[in-house]
């Protein structure tokens, strides 16, 4: 579903797609994955989009998000809100949903296939408007895994699907000796 010569972009809802490779016990390289798509296509642009809690001590997310910055993946951060709910208990929420989805409409004009790294159902419209501009685009994701991760909508809507187990040889993280 892909073709060498079509200029690529890969947007990671980076919650999501852990969330979806936790469930099928896979831990991504992410050079490898980014090596992996710079062979379908040229790939012209990388990003993993999170949200991080700045007021922890020891924050999990921040060495993955300095290794892929280190390693000429793009990073999108914002900081989480922190807030109370009905029952006084402390909660949070970082969406990246409105910066991924602007970020793909800026760079749109600049690819042929827009690969989306979600399962989220609200990125449905986003698919619809890019494919409207003519753009192909990919939903990765997981079906594989138990529950599915991936919005029956989204995936109906996307050009293409790809269960990222189906990636897992070429992506996998290599176990440490």
Known sequence: MFYKDERLALLIDGPNLHSATKSLSL????????QEFARRGRLL???????????DEYN????????????GISV???????????LG?????????????TDAM????HVDHMVLGTGDGDYRYLVEKLQDMGKRVSIMSSLKSSPPMVSDELRRQADNFIDIDDLREVIEREARS
Do not use: C, H, Q
């Open 106 to 109: 800026m760079i749109a004009e």
């Open 89 to 101: 208990r402390p909660r949070f929420k970082g969406s990246m949903t409105v910066e991924l989805t």
């Open 76 to 86: 999108k951060t914002k900081p989480v809100k922190e807030y109370t709910d009905a």
């Open 45 to 55: 642009r990388m990003v993993y989009y999170t949200a991080l809690n700045e007021k």
């Open 27 to 34: 831990e991504i390289d992410y050079k490898r994955m980014k």
């Open 60 to 71: 999990p997310v921040r060495p993955l998000t300095d290794w892929l910055s280190y390693n």
